[in-house]
């Protein structure tokens, strides 16, 4: 049964997630009943979809006076991995049952100033 205009008036709120403070744009990801968010501040949460409940956090190391300005705007899965960009222009997999950063490619070439907001793209593996 789907949504439509003859029950949309019976949607009730099933729960809230309250996301770091700072600017966002987001798009949570639902995958395999687990929903993945962008925080911002280089913060990614996975949550029960179902539920609500909190299941793991990646918060990644950076300057604290920049944390609410730097925004992700989007990830993406690919087999195991979330794959996300970060402020400091790093591509980063974490595990997606643990949160566990397994690689992380900085992209920038250590140059100071590279950023990235945008989401991953994953193509063809």
């Given at each position: 049964m789907g949504i439509d205009?003859?029950?949309?008036?019976?949607?009730?709120?099933?729960?809230s997630w309250g996301l770091e403070p700072g600017v966002t744009q987001t798009t949570p990801l639902v995958h395999d009943g687990v929903m993945y968010v962008a925080n911002p501040g280089n913060v990614v949460q996975a949550l029960d979809a179902r539920t609500g409940d909190f299941?793991?956090?990646?918060?990644?190391?950076?300057?604290?006076?920049?944390r609410s300005a730097a925004?992700?705007?989007?990830?993406?899965?690919?087999?195991?991995?979330?794959?996300?960009?970060?402020?400091?222009?790093?591509?980063v997999g974490l595990d997606v049952r643990t949160g566990e950063?397994?690689?992380?490619?900085?992209?920038?070439?250590?140059?100071?100033?590279?950023?990235?907001?945008?989401?991953?793209?994953?193509?063809?593996?």
């Open positions: 205009r003859s029950n949309v008036d019976a949607l009730r709120l099933a729960w299941l793991w956090e990646y918060r990644r190391e950076m300057d604290e006076r920049r925004q992700m705007r989007s990830l993406a899965v690919y087999q195991d991995l979330v794959v996300l960009n970060t402020f400091d222009a790093h591509i950063a397994r690689w992380d490619t900085p992209v920038g070439g250590g140059q100071e100033g590279y950023t990235f907001s945008s989401g991953p793209i994953v193509v063809d593996g």
